[in-house]
């Protein structure tokens, strides 16, 4: 059974910083790339970061870039987000995804970024 469940959202101000993990299971993590999507209320799922299987690509939106970092590790089947600098716009469920034939989806964090 696949299974990715993330975790380490929760309640900062505005300018603090939060690490997201998805860990996974049930499927090969070092075949497939993985990553990050968002959706605010009232706002259409948007992608926030994406790292390749090797690691070798990564995606940032324009929207983090520079403030979030992404990172793998394939020992412990475990992606990561490191978020700095958080804004309110950054409120928002994060999704963790895996994807190499077919997307797999966590069940999503909550981020809540207060004034």
């Known amino acids: 059974e696949v299974q990715l469940q993330a975790s380490g959202g929760g309640l900062v101000q505005a300018g603090g910083s939060l690490t997201l993990s998805c860990a996974t299971s049930?499927?090969?993590?070092?075949?497939?790339?993985v990553g990050w999507f968002r959706q605010a209320p009232g706002k259409e799922r948007e992608a926030v970061s994406c790292i390749s299987s090797s690691a070798g690509t990564i995606y940032y939106a324009d929207s983090v870039k520079g403030r979030f970092t992404i990172s793998r590790d394939n020992a412990e089947n475990t992606v990561f987000l490191q978020m700095n600098s958080l804004k309110r716009e950054d409120t928002a469920i994060y999704y963790c995804?895996?994807?190499?034939?077919?997307?797999?989806w966590g069940q999503g964090t909550q981020v809540t970024v207060s004034s």
């Open positions: 995804f895996a994807e190499e034939t077919q997307r797999y």
């Open positions: 049930g499927f090969t993590f070092d075949a497939h790339d």
